[in-house]
T-cell receptor, first 110, second 111 residues
Framework: DAGVTQSPTHLIKTRGQQVTLRCSPK?????VSWYQQALGQGPQFIFQ???????QRGNFPDRFSGHQFPNYSSELNVNALLLGDSALYLC?????????FGPGTRLTVL | QKEVEQDPGPLSVPEGAIVSLNCTYS??????FMWYRQYSRKGPELLMY????GNKEDGRFTAQVDKSSKYISLFIRDSQPSDSATYLC???????????FGAGTRLTVKP
């Protein structure tokens, strides 16, 4: 079992650009959640996808959007990047209860 | 006041010591409580998952939940240098729901 995988590992963008991050859930998991983790902080919930629909959303602006595909993989899109968007972006997958995290994508906005 | 409070440390202990990590929270509706371990530049790894009050043991790890005090703890027995990491507490209102995390406690276990 490959576990949760994310791509790319690292990404550098400039302010105003757009970025797409990708996540493949653990085998058998149908729910994907995205979190943002700033340096020295705990992860903050962005949103959760289930059955290709956004089921729940945290306190993040509309610049953050997502998608879930029929194979349960997911994308996180961020438009009009700000310096403050620099963080580790974590994807977590789950089936019933426990959420398992991927290694994250480190985004740097210059 | 933050919804979940966790002392960031750093905490340094000798190998073999018993480690106590704690979090307090303000929302009495939380029902699910988790502890994650995060190594530097890696994703969080689930250690313990508990529902409601009480104790849960798994090997060298014991998780305690006291809902009346809104306080959770993680104990690590016979700590090892490989336990050196940041420990994150997390909690949620419902099962498989958005988790609210503490800021994490950085632990170093010295040989």
């Amino acid at each position: 079992d490959a576990g949760v995988t994310q791509s790319p590992t690292h990404l550098i963008k400039t302010r105003g650009q757009q970025v797409t991050l990708r996540c493949s859930p653990k085998s058998g998991h149908d729910t994907v959640s995205w979190y943002q983790q700033a340096l020295g902080q705990g992860p903050q919930f962005i949103f959760q996808y289930y059955e290709e629909e956004e089921r729940q959303r945290g306190n993040f602006p509309d610049r953050f959007s997502g998608h879930q595909f029929p194979n349960y993989s997911s994308e996180l899109n961020v438009n009009a990047l700000l310096l403050g968007d620099s963080a580790l972006y974590l994807c977590a997958s789950s089936l019933i209860d426990e959420q398992f995290f991927g290694p994250g994508t480190r985004l740097t906005v210059l | 006041q933050k919804e979940v409070e966790q002392d960031p440390g750093p905490l340094s202990v000798p190998e073999g010591a018993i480690v106590s990590l704690n979090c307090t929270y303000s929302n009495s509706a939380f029902q699910y409580f988790m502890w994650y371990r995060q190594y530097s530049r890696k994703g969080p790894e689930l250690l313990m998952y508990t529902y409601s009050s009480g104790n849960k043991e798994d090997g060298r790890f014991t998780a305690q939940v006291d809902k009346s005090s809104k306080y959770i703890s993680l104990f690590i027995r016979d700590s090892q240098p490989s336990d050196s990491a940041t420990y994150l507490c997390a909690m949620s209102l419902y099962n498989n729901n958005d988790m609210r995390f503490g800021a994490g406690t950085r632990l170093t276990v010295k040989p």
